[in-house]
């Protein structure tokens, strides 16, 4: 092989190396705006389900504060309380609020107030901390991509089962 | 007051035990309500309120078939001095169900076409409808029936306890049901040493000062069936004797008993309502305490003696039967009537022997019912280990007894709780089988806990329901 060709083998090899380059951060910089998508998705259906749930667990707690909640309602606050650990999992806070194991005698009205309000303050803390994400900027650069696929469920891996430890 | 444990030098006292320790001079002041035999989880407590119908059952055909006399045979019963319970100021001689209120039972149904149909749902029943039967009648009445099912439990609680027993004690006027009559015979039991009588145990958890199904308590029922409020004006309105107290305004005047029996024998609607109200709310229906497990001066000197025996017992081998002993006391003492009638036992696994106790489970609160429920477990394993250190097959040892027979929830006991490998076997485990199991862990710093909430009158299931949602919380 001739320098000549050597050097063009070697040039052609680097303009390669750099379009794999290229297309992998797009690929990277496309999944990253995805995620931050369904990360934007999930707080407001957190905002939807909660503004629901408060005012009508309210609405129980003001009429008979020390009543137990329904096994029905309970399994709903605590799908409730699940998903919003799992967004604001960075929220000390919020990471300190714990599901209701009822163990035979489900939680009063009051308490679940308790919780959803303190809840309701993690999601203003989290809007807050992603302005980006809820900023015109973000959406001005989405307009920028065009996607290939949807959005990933944010909840789709929150209830995979914890292996535990053996020993 | 001479209880027995004092009288024989036994070292457990009423605390420790399930059944009520004899007063060997007076009758305690408790009577046996069948109410709690019915509303039991355990099979054998059913089946002995299915033997008293059986019992009341029999009794009515001799009604039905003019039998009167033989009905009247049946119903007698003399008071059961061996069990030394009922309300009888002095001694322990009372009087049981004579001839004459047997004659009344017998012909209070002879007399109602309704009732001889209807039959007994419980036969408290009886109170309501025979103005000579009470509380203490009742459990006269319950005891002799069931004598032969005394007489197990107390053979089985002097083994459990390692208290004497006599061969070949004669116990006069027990209930042969092959036979439908009563017998005499004789039977290994503890001897009352006042009287070289035999002694019979009832367990704390089926008594109660007033039966749960009572005269006093249907009377709201009967009034509200019966009687209407007169005005002060109204002709219908008693006259009142000089010095007698004044009715108040639109109340009616207290009906005698004989009224209120004959009245509600012939109008069983009321009767039926009012049973049905009760048995809805049979969760309510709990044993009344002996007066010495509510003082709690008493408790907590109790306690501090636990403690301290506690303290004192070495890790290992040696003193292992010494902690099974003492943990079962402890057990025993705080979680009745929750956790009643625990029995030590030994199994081997992979050679090693391992030491439980297993308790009944009442199901006397939501959490326990829960447990019933999501863990089936009608009783629950505690796994003793005299040591300090837990490995991973100590959790896995009792792991593997927990099951469809034994429950899928149980208590790991041992000196502390040091390091994190009982946690994360049993979270582990947890996670690994289904359906799950859950095994909570106990030290010594636990068991104390228990017998300061106990010595203060409170109830230990919120600690263990606490310590249950602790860990299901942890291992989310």
């Known amino acids: 092989m001739t320098p000549q060709e050597k050097a063009r083998q070697t040039r052609e090899r680097k303009k390669r190396e750099e379009e794999e380059r290229r297309i992998q951060e797009e690929k990277e910089r496309e999944q990253e705006l995805l995620n931050l998508v369904a990360k ?37 606050v605590n799908n409730f309380i699940k998903k919003a650990k799992h967004l604001m999992s960075s929220d000390t806070i919020i990471d300190e609020v714990e599901v209701f194991v009822p163990a035979g005698d489900n939680p009063e009205y009051r308490d679940i107030v308790t919780v959803l309000r303190q809840i309701r303050q993690g999601l203003q803390r989290f809007k807050t901390n992603n302005r980006y994400i809820f900023s015109k900027d973000f959406d001005s650069d989405l307009s920028d991509w065009e996607f290939d696929e949807e959005p990933p469920d944010f909840f789709a891996d929150m209830n995979k089962p914890q292996d535990g430890t053996t020993e | 007051m001479a209880l027995l444990n004092k009288v024989l030098n036994i070292p457990i006292r009423q605390e420790d035990v399930d059944f009520v320790m004899p007063d060997v001079d007076v009758d305690r002041r408790l009577g046996i309500d069948p109410f ?31 039998n009167l006399e033989r009905a009247q045979h049946l119903l007698i019963c003399p008071e059961p001095g061996e069990i030394g319970l009922g309300y009888t100021k002095h001694g322990t001689a009372g009087s049981g169900i004579g001839p004459e209120i047997a004659r009344e039972i017998a012909y209070t149904f002879k007399n109602s076409p309704a009732l001889l149909a209807r039959g007994l749902r419980h036969i408290e029943e009886l109170q309501l409808i025979c103005p000579g039967v009470g509380p203490d009648r009742i459990s006269d009445l319950t005891a002799n029936v069931l004598k032969l099912f005394l007489i197990g439990y107390t053979q089985e609680q002097c083994k459990s306890w390692s208290l004497p027993l006599t061969k070949d004690v004669p ?16 039977f290994a039991l503890p001897v009352n040493p006042s009287t070289d009588g035999p002694l019979l145990f009832v367990p704390r958890r089926i008594l109660r000062i007033l039966p749960w199904i009572n005269y006093d308590d249907y009377l709201g029922e009967y009034k509200r069936a019966f009687l209407k409020p007169v005005s002060r004006s109204s002709s219908l309105r008693l006259k009142t004797r000089s010095g007698a107290k004044k009715q108040e305004e639109g109340e009616p005047a207290p009906a005698p008993k004989p009224i209120v029996c004959k009245v509600t024998s012939q109008n069983t609607a009321t009767l039926d309502a009012y049973i049905d109200r009760k048995e809805k709310d049979a969760a309510s ?24 025996e506690l303290a004192a017992l070495r890790t290992g081998n040696e003193d292992a039967y010494k902690y099974q002993d003492l943990v079962h006391r402890i057990l025993t003492f705080c979680f ?36 019933m429920q999501s863990y089936v477990n009608m009783f629950v394993v505690f796994e003793l280990k005299n040591k300090n250190e837990i490995i991973g097959s100590d959790v896995d040892q009792i792991a593997t007894y927990l099951g469809d027979t034994m429950g899928r929830f149980g208590i790991l ?49 919120d600690f263990i329901q606490t310590l249950y949602r602790k860990f299901m919380i942890s291992i989310e």
């Open chain 1, 40 to 76: 934007k998705q999930a707080f407001y259906i957190l905002e939807s389900e909660l503004d629901g749930l408060y005012d009508e667990m309210d609405k129980l707690a003001k009429k008979a504060p020390n009543e137990p909640t329904t096994p029905l309602q309970l399994k709903i």
């Open chain 2, 413 to 461: 006991v041992s000196r502390t709780l040091e390091g994190s490998t009982s946690f994360n076997r049993r979270k582990y485990i947890f996670n690994k089988e289904a359906p799950r199991k859950v095994i909570l862990h106990l030290s010594d710093k636990n068991l104390v806990e228990l017998l300061d909430l106990r010595s203060a009158l409170a109830d230990v299931t």
């Open chain 2, 36 to 66: 709690l035999l019915y509303r039991s989880p355990r099979p054998d407590f059913q089946q002995a309120h299915g033997l008293l119908l059986k019992f009341f059952r029999g009794v009515l055909e001799t009604v039905k078939e003019g």
């Open chain 2, 336 to 371: 009745h009537p929750h956790l009643t009638d625990g029995k030590p036992q030994e199994r081997t696994h992979a050679g090693t022997i391992i030491r439980d106790l297993v308790f009944t489970n009442e199901g006397t609160r939501n959490f326990w019912r829960y447990l």
């Open chain 2, 285 to 308: 229906a709990e044993p009344s305490e002996l007066s010495a497990l509510q003082d709690r001066a008493k408790l907590k000197e109790h306690a501090e003696l636990l403690k301290q």
């Open chain 2, 171 to 186: 116990i006069s006027h027990y209930f042969d049901f092959d036979e439908f009559a009563w017998r005499d015979g004789y």
